[in-house]
């Protein structure tokens, strides 16, 4: 940074305590930055001075924007673990830069025509610098905020990479549901027809019923509907005379069971559309 | 006499808001802050910027400049919002439109005799209230818009 800056980094820095004070007391009563309100002094004035005493750092840093991230990334993660609402953390890093320049102001620093000529280029300074720390911290609070939906809805992200949901017209997840028709079909013969029994062998249905729901949502109910009328069309052909009513409720529990599954797979679906 | 000053100031970029619009949609079509707008079409992009020009007069002798950059920024953010700008992507943009008409303003020597630079400090002061107000009306409709829809995706969850 040019000389012509050299005056006002030499005021900050003999000075940053007391601008940071007075910047405490107008961010904590500050109608923008009500959050700020019920913080604890001593942080927000530790805050100020951090923020102060970069402006040297940044003079003296040959890349003044990757310095600013020394201060923008940790004063960002302390807002938001705060909870501090986004347009407050920036409210308050615009009153820190006001203060700044009302403490010169009021110091006199910049008073002759030469003086006033450093004061535009320092005001320059101040707001390259109040640029590049305002960037940093909305860029962090992003990253923040989505990383911790990201993490909430870890599991359900989780189940649409690993899972079916979208990826509707897979020729291997039409194959594995086809597989297990087929299967039951061959099973429901099997037991039914020869061995003449209602042998609780229709859990297994529940595999590619649930399969098929994850994978189509409540399209997938037609795998529930056809498995629930091939026990009852097996049953009124194979097995006559023994009562209807347990392969009914069983026909029943797969669409049920189908049904529900779906329902909640288009719900995982419309999300897996917010996250894109 | 600061008022006469920062009229100037505003006069120039308003008479001149297509060309420091132009500047500004290649600088942003560029910068790595901003990538992106880099995919938008300049044709696109000039619009949200002769937009701030334009509007941005309105906010300098209102009396209540906090409450019209409300009624104009609310919108701006709304639009990037639903175009799918990063917030911080969003902001920068804006400080590059500060940057550019300030730019123009020093091309076009407005402020190059010595008792200029007084008067200067008080028109760079008064654009930097006026973007303080335009960021944080920006951030916050766009906090809203995050929330609202972070909201949803916890519904839907």
Redesign the interface.
């Known amino acids: 940074m040019q000389a012509y800056a050299a005056k006002l980094i030499d005021l900050i820095e003999l000075k940053a305590e007391n601008i940071a004070k007075q910047w405490a007391d107008d961010v904590m009563k500050h109608n923008r930055t009500p959050s700020y309100h019920s913080l604890p002094k001593d942080m927000v004035i530790a805050q100020g001075i951090n923020f102060y005493r970069l402006f040297r750092r940044m003079s003296l840093a040959e890349n003044p924007y990757e310095e600013a991230k020394t201060f923008s990334w940790i004063y960002a993660e302390n807002l938001y673990r705060k909870k501090i609402p986004l347009q407050e953390a920036i409210y308050a890093l615009m009153l820190m830069r006001r203060n700044l320049w009302l403490y010169a102001e009021f110091q006199g620093t910049f008073v002759t025509a030469l003086e006033k000529q450093q004061a535009v280029e320092s005001l320059n300074r101040t707001i390259l610098m109040f640029d590049y720390v305002s960037y940093q911290v909305t860029e962090k609070y992003q990253e923040l905020t989505s990383g911790e939906v990201e993490k909430i809805l870890h599991a359900v992200k989780t189940l649409m990479v690993k899972g079916c949901v979208g990826g509707e017209k897979s020729i291997y997840k039409l194959g594995l549901v086809t597989i297990f028709l087929i299967a039951a079909v061959i099973l429901t013969y099997y037991y039914q027809s020869v061995l003449g029994t209602e042998v609780v062998f229709t859990h297994l249905f529940y595999l590619p019923i649930v399969w098929a729901s994850v994978c189509w949502g409540r399209r997938g109910i037609y795998v529930a509907i056809f498995l629930a009328v091939l026990i009852l069309t097996s049953h009124a052909i194979f097995l006559k005379g023994l009562p209807f009513s347990e392969d009914i409720i069983r026909a029943l529990m797969f669409v049920v069971v189908g049904g529900v599954i779906g329902w909640l797979m288009e719900d995982i679906r419309k999300l897996k559309e917010l996250f894109r | 006499m600061m008022k006469a000053f920062t009229a100037k100031l505003v006069d120039l970029t308003q008479n001149n808001a297509e060309t420091i619009a132009r500047q500004w949609a290649k600088d942003v079509k560029t910068n790595q802050?901003t990538y992106t707008y880099h995919e938008e079409t300049e044709a696109k992009i000039l619009l949200q910027a002769k937009y701030f020009y334009n509007n941005f007069q309105l906010m300098f002798f209102n009396e209540s400049p906090y409450e019209q950059a409300k009624e104009i920024f609310d919108k701006y953010a709304e639009e990037r919002y639903k175009e799918g700008i990063?917030?911080?992507e969003a902001?920068?943009a804006l400080?590059l439109m500060r940057r550019h008409m300030w730019l123009y303003a020093e091309f076009q020597s407005l402020?190059n005799i010595?008792?200029d630079?007084?008067q200067?400090?008080e028109s760079?002061?008064r654009t930097?209230l006026m973007f303080?107000y335009i960021?944080?009306v920006v951030?916050?409709k766009?906090?809203k818009l995050?929330k609202l829809?972070?909201q949803?995706?916890?519904n839907?969850?």
Do not use: C, G
Request: aromatic share 18%; charged share 30%.
């Open positions: 802050k990063p917030l911080h902001l920068y400080i402020f010595e008792i630079h007084r200067a400090v760079l002061s930097i303080d960021m944080y951030t916050r766009f906090w995050m829809e972070w949803a995706k916890e839907t969850e």
